[in-house]
């Protein structure tokens, strides 16, 4: 009988995941992951989390235990995460926390008690191409997760099981309900782990210092004050607290870029070109199997600038050994630095890496 760990986080994707590893016949052990400590548990619900994960592995008749990887995380995701804020940068701590924590750690930990897999709720599948792994797109294509996987290598694949990836979400919360587990009607979370329920800048303003600075057009004119530019991103619009300028009257103004230098927020008018993009150039681009990427004439990739966006078609004009250079079919809006890029060829996610 194979053992699998699985990553038990107190939401119904793991508990469905952890149902269908022990019906499938797996020796399943439940693992919570401590990765934050947070003293305020009116912002970090983790407390309940971990008793509804408690619960959960009894009903289903798994042992439960807790392992906390608290140093780890400080060390591999959240001082990255604040580094890259301070630099101007958007990163993505869920990447990095999936490449340097659950894949990375908790792998290892997995291994070395003896289990042959771990396993987590992602939607997300390990597929074997041509005899490699290949991470490949969720059957929910509305959940998929391929994109927050996309820095994760073969060699972890091989040991890694997506229980959910051949199911619908409103699947798993039906399968959650008919076995009776406490999470089938838990709401999913959202946000970044470690912030938890607070708003983001109060959060901010706990681990990094704000320094407040001048709103300006591109011509340079002052039109308002910021209160930090880690509290900003390029593209946001809402919280800019300036009004109508005049001859720009009705201008929706957006985050056009962040001068480091002289610590400006420079924003234009909604829809000005200098927004959009249809080259970016992507630096220690990740490969998840080793697969050659390849220059092309047509559009015949297609390639997500964030999560939430669906993706666009895009080709590869240049390759070197240390970034790729893509060019999209349509350009695309409000690309920050620091965001990842996630390359797609059909199903088959190829990688990513962070966007200059």
């Not at 400590?37 to 619960?55: G, M, Q, V, W």
């Not at 070395?112 to 059957?139: C, F, M, P, Q, R």
């Not at 509290?231 to 109508?244: E, H, M, P, R, V």
Request: aromatic share 8%; net charge positive.
């Amino acid at each position: 009988m194979k053992t699998v760990v699985l990553g038990v986080s107190g939401g119904v994707d793991s508990s469905v995941s952890g149902l269908l590893l022990k019906e499938a016949g797996y020796n399943v052990l439940g693992v919570f992951m401590h990765n934050w400590h947070e003293t305020n548990e009116e912002f970090c619900p983790a407390k309940k989390d971990i008793e509804d994960a408690r619960s959960v592995c009894q009903k289903i008749g798994i042992p439960f235990s807790i392992v906390d990887f608290s140093r780890e995380y400080e060390e591999h995701v959240f001082s990255v995460f604040k580094e890259e804020l301070k630099l101007g940068r958007t990163p993505n701590p869920d990447m990095l926390c999936n490449r340097e924590i659950k894949f990375g750690p908790f792998l290892d930990y997995a291994l070395s008690i003896g289990a042959d897999y771990v396993a987590t709720g992602h939607y997300a599948n390990v597929e074997i191409i041509d005899g490699k792994y290949n991470l490949t797109k969720a059957k929910d294509e509305k959940k998929d997760q391929t994109y927050f996987l996309a820095l994760l290598k073969e060699r972890q694949l091989k040991n890694v099981l997506f229980p959910l990836g051949k199911l619908k979400k409103e699947e798993v919360r039906k399968i959650a309900k008919e076995n009776g587990l406490i999470t089938a009607e838990k709401k999913d979370s959202t946000g970044i782990c470690f912030v938890g329920n607070q708003e983001f800048r109060n959060f901010l303003s706990k681990h990094l210092k704000a320094v407040p600075g001048n709103i300006v057009l591109t011509s340079g004119k002052k039109i308002g004050l910021h209160d930090g530019l880690i509290n900003y991103t390029i593209g946001q619009s809402k919280g800019l607290g300036i009004g109508g300028q005049k001859g720009m009257e009705g201008a929706k103004f957006v985050v056009l870029k962040k001068d480091l230098k002289t610590n400006e927020l420079i924003v234009a008018p909604e829809g000005c070109s200098e927004l959009y993009s249809k080259t970016v150039t992507v630096s220690d681009f990740s490969i998840v199997t080793d697969t050659k990427l390849e220059l092309s004439k047509t559009y015949n990739y297609t390639a997500k600038v964030r999560h939430s966006k669906e993706e666009h078609k895009c080709k590869i004009i240049r390759v070197t050994k240390n970034e790729i250079e893509v060019e999209f079919k349509e350009s695309q809006r409000a690309i920050a630095a620091g965001q990842y890029l996630v390359l797609y060829k059909g199903k088959i996610c190829l990688g990513g890496g962070a966007m200059n």
